[in-house]
């Protein structure tokens, strides 16, 4: 069965650095989409993405967030100057077009900003 | 935000039983909700869903209830199974393609043998 697949697992970062975190999404599928869970709280989301432009991105997502589609498998979220609270997980899913409005899930990047 | 609540954050109940999940929703735009499982360390896996125009939708050990009227589902399991255990999250979302999910807070959901 086809699965959104990210990388890294887990990233340690020290506060003010780049970090990108990668994501494969299902091939078929033309919707994408980050999401971050701190721990002990929601899953928020924080941008989704279609035909190579942000098409919602919620007041968490400001300028030090940026996302990209560099080619045709790859879908990036890149965090420009990494804070304290930035650490958390963060999900990729992706959902196809058409009668079907669910979106899956990756299983996530742990970044830990020190 | 408090748009999407799950008021119990856990529940507990014996192999073979019924597990019933709950979830409330404020805002009236809603109308596509889904129901994830999530075990640590791993990513949410979609279970099941239901549009607005339903109000039951089933699919094998699971059925999801919709009370529009109420704004509220909750989510059946049923015969319960220990492989059931993980937390169990509400979503919900407008019924366009591309629309963001909202959460819920999730419930931990031990199923003892």
């Known amino acids: 069965e086809p699965e959104v697949t990210q990388t890294p697992s887990h990233q340690v970062t020290q506060m003010g650095q780049e970090v990108i975190l990668r994501c494969v999404p299902i091939?078929?599928?033309?919707?994408f989409y980050w999401y971050r869970q701190i721990l002990g709280q929601k899953v928020e989301f924080l941008v989704s993405?279609?035909?190579?432009?942000?098409?919602?991105k919620s007041e968490i997502f400001d300028d030090q967030f940026s996302v990209e589609r560099p080619d045709g498998s790859n879908f990036t979220l890149k965090i420009r100057s990494t804070k304290l609270e930035d650490s958390a997980m963060y999900f990729c899913?992706?959902?196809?077009?058409?009668?079907?409005?669910?979106?899956?899930f990756g299983p996530g990047t742990r970044l830990l900003v020190l | 935000d408090q748009q999407v609540k799950q008021n119990s954050p856990s529940l507990s109940v014996q192999e073979g039983r019924i597990s019933i999940l709950n979830c409330d929703y404020t805002?009236?735009?809603?109308?596509?909700f889904l129901w994830y499982k999530k075990y640590p360390a791993e990513g949410p896996t979609f279970l099941i869903s239901?549009?607005?125009?339903?109000d039951k939708n089933e699919d094998g050990r699971f059925t999801v209830f919709l009370n529009k009227s109420a704004k509220h589902l909750s989510l059946h399991i049923v015969p319960s199974q220990p492989g059931d255990s993980a937390v169990y999250f509400c979503?919900?979302?407008?019924?366009?393609?591309?629309?963001?999910?909202?959460f819920g807070e999730g419930t931990q959901l031990t199923v003892n043998p």
């Open positions: 899913a992706s959902s196809p077009t058409g009668t079907s409005l669910t979106q899956y």
């Open positions: 091939s078929n599928h033309l919707y």
């Open positions: 993405f279609y035909n190579n432009e942000i098409s919602e």
């Open positions: 805002n009236s735009m809603f109308d596509y």
């Open positions: 239901i549009s607005s125009i339903k």
């Open positions: 979503a919900a979302s407008q019924e366009t393609s591309g629309s963001r999910l909202t």
